[in-house]
């Protein structure tokens, strides 16, 4: 019956074996980068002139005159020749969260003779149509024209498939106008901010030495697997990403057996495919593990400068999810693909490096490296309490509502872990003490080291959004799915934001000698800020409560905290370091809430078709057939008083679903033709559908409960959980 394609689909799953990759190399040096025509590349094949004036061009983020140009593309395009490569793509990172691509082939007709063309032109410069973009406003219908300009900061590689290869050029995606439209160059903005007001803040802590400071990024992705015969049984997961319906399995990770347990060989195979693709690419992954939840898994690179990361986190999801196809399953990125279990998120970890090799976030072991470092951290300190709206806002969207605020991913409120000894220290500046019961004893900024900080696991703590772990901070609330950019984007930009001032703060005080100057700023910063640390357990009702009281924001969804981004204060610090213009803020602002809008119309749109069309006719023939067998029974004389009750009690469940699925449809309508603001809309879905989606869901999955087995047609949760 129904269930037919469900149980041929299990049956397949039993038979399946794990996949070989096609071309296997064992050489992993010789391999890595192999797909990517880097700064090494262009060493190589350029004149020694030619490399020169594009390194400085990259240094100084200018754009390449025609004549180089021209020279780059070409021997850009002998090596993509060698390689396989037909065509060419400009890959940028549009406001939709994902990447885009429009490829052009290298033919050309010169005199009736087909050539293989690239010019310089068309490396540095392509115009898509851009009008199916989203602009928030910014693009006028009438000029709904945007280009995208070369990156020359994060290098070209080539995708192969079993058929060709294509040569994908990193760009930024911009208006006619010059408005960003993309998610990179803000990015690429702001990591100058951070850029020049480190350096002025290093220079004021007297360290000349310094010419650049690069904000580093490692993404850690946590991602679902789910077999790819059962995923496609499920209309939910095709069009969302997310289970809508599905009744609780017996077993859940109560167990907690998969979490660093052994991979299955399968899972495993996948894993050594996409680790092959991507050394290719020059991704420098580094981990893989299970996760929490059954199916969870996690992949981590090694840290790189945040732009080329960023690109690599976006190429390491795309990858993630083309080579499951090739063994048999679906990779979901979505914070939330399954109730009842952990969700999936992305570990942004943050600092920042010079061009000197030095960490700025690493406690030194000179006197003078400590205060940079505890500098550096009340920099943080009030980035994060000033700005917490805005990192709340630059991680909010429909996907991660399901974490934030619920009792299993970082809460919605954000602070500080720091853990108990840094803590102490900073305890210690503010009051003044000699911080006797210290190890390593007393601090005195600039004059003594600090002691050794232990970065074991005990210092972890897994419930903080935003933990300080070593010699660097860790972003944890950042949605599985999303683009890294945007948090990183805000973050860069509020330390910028926190230096500058900081510098000013010490420099107006410089008569009192540098050591005093900074030992006041920095307790006035701690003492003002100290209510953005927290050590404890972030899940618990006590937090709640003591958040609240320290006045620290806890907001639970997505579009109340996308509202921060239209506030003044926020408005006028992208502006002030020309990251985002006010047009460019607002536009996001409405993006993000059409966004949300969208995200949950079709949801709502795919549970009501599957309830209405898969859910409620097997109910509804099950429902039939106990009463048919009542029937006969009854005829035969026979005592059907329990059967009766449950055959009443199913009846029941079937008219409250019915009722749900009513109101669900009234309150869809109701959402899709509402007139106001982009952010009223999204109020609709929030307020109204999404509430009417979980009421129908629970009835729904106590027809699962209740239904034949033989009539359910779509995979259950032990199935899609368990099953590889
Ligand atoms: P976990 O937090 O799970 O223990 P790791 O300690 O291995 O994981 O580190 C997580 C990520 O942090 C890795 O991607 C690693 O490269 C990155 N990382 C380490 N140092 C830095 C740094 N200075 N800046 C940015 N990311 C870093
Ligand atoms: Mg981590």
Redesign the pocket.
Known sequence: MSSAARVAAIQLIARKSPQAIEARSTNVPELFGANVFGLEQMHQRLPKSAYKSLQSCMERGEQLGSDLADLVANEMKQWALERGATHFTHWFQPMTGSTAEKHDSFVDIVNGQPVMAFSGSALIKGEPDASSFPSGGLRATFEARGYTAWDPTSPAFIRETKNGATLCIPTAFCSWTGEALDEKTPLLRSSEALNRTALRLLKVLGDDRVTHVYP?????QEYFLIDRDLQILRPDLVATGRTLFGAKPPKGQELEDHYFGSIPRRILSYMQDVEQELWKLGV?V??RHNEVAPSQF?L????ERTSV?SDHNMLTMEVLKQVAQRHGFSCTMHEKPYAGINGSGK?N?????TDTGE?L??PGKSPEENMRFIVMLAAVMRSVDEYADLLRASIAHAGNDHRLGANEAPPAILSIFLGDQLTGIIDDLISGTKGASRPGGTMQLGVTTMPDLPRD?TD?NRTSPFAF????F?FRAVGSSQSPSKPMTVLNTIMADSMDYIANEIEARMSKGLEAAVNEVIVAVFKKHNRIIFNGNGYSEEWHQEAEKRGLANVPNAVDALAALGLPKNIDLFSRWHVLSPAETESRMNIQFEAYAKAIAIEGQSALSIARTMILPAAQKTQRDVADSLSSAKMHGLTVDKQTARLRDMSLRLEDFITCLDELATTFERAESHVGSDSDHAKQYRDYVVPAMEKLREQADLLETMTDDAYWPLPKYRELLFLQ
């Not at 981590?300 to 840290?303: E, L």
């Not at 772990?469 to 660097?472: A, F, H, S």
């Open positions: 580093t990024l490692g993404c850690e420098p580094k981990t996690e981590a690179p090694i840290f990361a570990h970890n943050f600092s920042m490096a960490n976030l690493e696991a972890r772990t070593g010699n660097k860790e």
